[in-house]
T-cell receptor, first 113, second 114 residues
Framework: KAGVTQTPRYLIKTRGQQVTLSCSPI?????VSWYQQTPGQGLQFLFE???????NKGNFPGRFSGRQFSNSRSEMNVSTLELGDSALYLC????????????FGQGTRLTVV | GQQLNQSPQSMFIQEGEDVSMNCTSS?????WLWYKQDPGEGPVLLIA?????ELTSNGRLTAQFGITRKDSFLNISASIPSDVGIYFC??????????????FGQGTILTVHP
């Protein structure tokens, strides 16, 4: 069974630009959550989607958004990029909503210059 | 944002030694999870704990859900070089604004000398 797939693996963007990251969950998993990982703040929850609906959101500005499609795939978007948005963005999938056995993808390393 | 207090921050041990790390919180969690992360990779789930007092093993790994539901422990026995990595605890609190959200510790960096 394939794991969680995130694309792209690496991304370099300029301040002010926007970026879209993609996540394909494990087959059959319907919940997708996103986390930001930085050396200073560690792993921080961004949001969780289940059945195409955002069920919970972390303390991030409105520049961070996401969506989930009917096939459970998810995308997250960051607009007006800032240098501080440089981080590893991780997607995790679970079978049920708030099923805490969350399985992570390899992440997308975003560098903002 | 809120994070769990994980200690120690780093450990340097000899191959074959046992390792212990723990996580504490001022709040109660309903689930405790332990993950391992290798450089450039996403965290890999090692053990999940669902009941206060629960003791669960996965090979050389053993984890416990604290009785107070505010802490958890992970032990690695007879460490080997491939145990090197960063270990994270994570807690889940059911209900309300915490639903579906994992709160993570800052991680324990484990180095194993052959």
């Amino acid at each position: 069974k394939a794991g969680v797939t995130q694309t792209p693996r690496y991304l370099i963007k300029t301040r002010g630009q926007q970026v879209t990251l993609s996540c394909s969950p494990i087959s059959g998993h319907r919940s997708v959550s996103w986390y930001q990982q930085t050396p200073g703040q560690g792993l921080q929850f961004l949001f969780e989607y289940f059945s195409e609906t955002q069920r919970n959101k972390g303390n991030f500005p409105g520049r961070f958004s996401g969506r989930q499609f009917s096939n459970s795939r998810s995308e997250m978007n960051v607009s007006t990029l800032e240098l501080g948005d440089s981080a590893l963005y991780l997607c995790a999938s679970s079978f049920r909503q708030a099923n805490t056995e969350a399985f992570f993808g390899q992440g997308t390393r975003l560098t903002v210059v | 944002g809120q994070q769990l207090n994980q200690s120690p921050q780093s450990m340097f041990i000899q191959e074959g030694e046992d390792v212990s790390m723990n996580c504490t919180s001022s709040s109660i969690f309903n689930t405790w999870l332990w993950y391992k992360q290798d450089p450039g990779e996403g965290p890999v789930l090692l053990i999940a704990l669902y009941k206060a007092g629960e003791l669960t093993s996965n090979g050389r790994l053993t984890a416990q859900f604290g009785i107070t539901r505010k802490d958890s422990f992970l032990n690695i026995s007879a460490s080997i070089p491939s145990d090197v990595g960063i270990y994270f605890c994570a807690g889940h609190r059911a209900g309300g604004t915490s639903y579906g959200k994992l709160t993570f510790g800052q991680g324990t960096i484990l180095t194993v000398h052959p």
